[in-house]
């Protein structure tokens, strides 16, 4: 993956950031604490680009990133992301989260078993999953801990984040009242 550019957007959650290269998209960035945050992340993970005014096509692809998080129900299985240099079992850990839809989740163990993978290799699902360049277009958040329990959560604000994402796209965990219902 060779990135060239990235832009910053805003949405419910904060800041996000698309990256993208000659190939398409090549991650993408969950908000930090700042603009200043989010940028500096993008540029530790992707290198020294520069913020740019994404093609149309990628415009496209924010707007439907933004709908989501206002809670419209877009899986955004289509969007074709850039995998080269991602390792095979990660690429194949991210199809299957991929498939889950808004609202949704599976447990590590599930997305192990689902990929013929001996339970034992839950763990490795959930490093794959925390290696993610594509938080929200791949959808590690709809991946929980056993017994619907969060688990962790690699992006910033940790597992908060991924309650908060899970909340806006209307799934609960365990059948109590979201994080954010109170």
Known sequence: MTATAFTLFDTPVGT???VWGENGIVGTALPEASDAA?????????GALPDAAPPAELQAVIARVQALLHGAPD?????????????A???RVYAYARGIP????RSYGEVAAALGEAAPMARAVGQALGANPFPIIVPCH???AAGSRAGGFSAPGGTRTKLRLLEI???RLGGTPGLFDR
Do not use: M, S, W, Y
């Not at 989010?38 to 992707?46: E, K």
């Not at 808004?102 to 989740?105: A, L, R, S």
């Open 75 to 87: 899986d955004l299985t289509d969007i074709a992301l850039d995998l080269r240099g991602v390792p």
């Open 16 to 18: 996000c950031a698309l």
């Open 102 to 105: 808004p609202g949704q989740t």
């Open 38 to 46: 989010t940028r500096a992340r993008v540029q530790r993970r992707f």
């Open 169 to 171: 796209e209307g799934a």
């Open 89 to 91: 079992f990660n690429t």
């Open 142 to 144: 709809r991946v929980l």
